[in-house]
Nanobody, 127 residues
């Protein structure tokens, strides 16, 4: 298991930026693909972005393409989500998650692919 702790959430005006961080410990972070998900009030959790274990490939949801960037620093056991041009509809609790498998070559994109989850960090975008 990987233990995950998110940080960096907060309140921001529409058009602003935030950078989320997720610090990992436990199972070897550098072998796991990592992902970000979010859940808005009254809605189901949705995929946001993911990155392979070595950072070689990423995949973003259509709703965030061109605005959000996922990255990782394996030396720091941390994955990031840079969020620019934030919109009201980006409001929600953001969760990071670690892949169930190691060294997956394809970017995982569904919740079932991930076996460890953080507690979440709140992002609120005011319109």
């Amino acid at each position: 298991q990987v233990q995950l702790v998110e940080s960096g959430g907060g309140l921001v005006q529409a058009g602003g930026s935030l950078r989320l961080s997720c610090a990992a410990s436990g199972r070897t972070f550098s072998s796991c693909a990592m992902g970000w998900f979010r859940q808005a009030p009254g809605k189901e959790r949705e995929f946001v972005a993911a990155i392979t274990w070595n950072g070689g490939s990423t995949y973003d949801a259509d709703s965030v393409k061109g605005r959000f960037t996922i990255s990782r620093d394996n030396a720091k056991n941390t994955v990031y989500l840079q969020m620019n041009s934030l919109k009201f509809e980006d409001t929600g609790v953001y969760y990071c998650a670690a892949d169930r498998r190691s060294f997956r070559t394809v970017v995982p994109r569904t919740g079932a692919d991930f076996g460890s989850w953080g507690q979440g960090t709140q992002v609120t975008v005011s319109s």
